[in-house]
């Protein structure tokens, strides 16, 4: 699986930071000395469910207002927080925001561990792709902003994508073309297979506005989802030849 760690502490380029990011959460006062204590184990729990809200706060505000338009103090009134609360955890907006692009790219590669030399070609990649419409439907603002820093020529995740990226979708597309060579599928082109899925999958979150102007309606339903998860999977399914 891909060092996110590593990763977001690589982070650097970005013309907006000139700093290694630094972490702030161990600072925070628990209760007890004991790290397996009931109240040290609460606390903790209780500080990872305030940084997933202000993750999910981040991605709203950054999706809307992109890295330049938004601000901690927009963050703050996004999470129904203290811009002192933001600070706390995350040092500065850039940041943050190297968080978030992080955390994307992470859960968006989770999936993929079903895909395996001794799994079932179909049952592994069909589950890698409802994974991937079900986090673009839900988390449609996560995508955007990723989207939106790759279109500026990724300055923040470009090593992210050189390193762990690639050796991820390296040693996915081996399995997958050991499953060609054993026949268990049809010869497609592995990596590109990964661009095809991802470019499937994202774009019902990164032009949600243009798949609901075709289909004239304001919004983007679970019935639409549905359906288009189910095409999706067919499409991919039987260019694999695993229908």
């Known amino acids: 699986m891909v060092n996110m760690a590593r990763g977001v502490a690589d982070f650097g380029s970005h013309p907006h930071s000139a700093q ?5 959460p161990q600072c925070i006062p628990e209760w007890g000395s004991d ?7 609460q606390a903790a729990s209780r500080r990872l469910a305030l940084q997933a809200h202000i993750l999910a706060a981040a991605e709203r505000v950054f999706a809307g207002a992109g890295f330049g338009g938004a601000t901690m103090a927009a963050i703050a009134l996004e999470a129904g927080l203290p811009k002192a609360n933001l600070h706390y955890y995350f040092g500065s907006k850039q940041e943050l925001y190297r968080t978030v692009l992080a955390e994307t790219l992470k859960d968006w590669l989770e999936p993929t561990h079903v895909i395996t030399p001794e799994a079932d070609p179909k049952t592994a990649i069909e589950a890698y792709i409802r994974a991937k419409m079900a986090l673009a439907v839900a ?3 996560a995508s955007r902003v990723f989207a939106n820093e790759l279109l500026h020529g990724a300055p923040v995740i470009k090593s992210l994508l050189q390193t762990d990226l690639r050796d991820l979708v390296q040693a ?6 050991q499953w060609i060579a054993a026949g268990r599928m049809a010869p ?6 990964f661009f095809t899925l991802w470019a499937a999958t994202q774009t019902y979150a990164d032009f949600e506005v243009q798949v609901c102007a075709v289909l ?4 983007f339903t679970a019935k639409d989802q549905a359906v288009a998860t189910e095409h999706v999977v067919a499409l991919l399914l039987r260019g694999c030849g695993l229908a």
């Open 216 to 219: 004239g309606q304001p919004t």
């Open 35 to 41: 790290p397996n204590s009931a109240g040290h184990t």
């Open 172 to 177: 996915k597309a081996a399995v997958i073309a």
């Open 139 to 141: 988390r449609p603002c």
């Open 20 to 24: 290694r990011c630094v972490h702030r």
């Open 188 to 193: 497609v082109d592995p990596i590109h297979l």
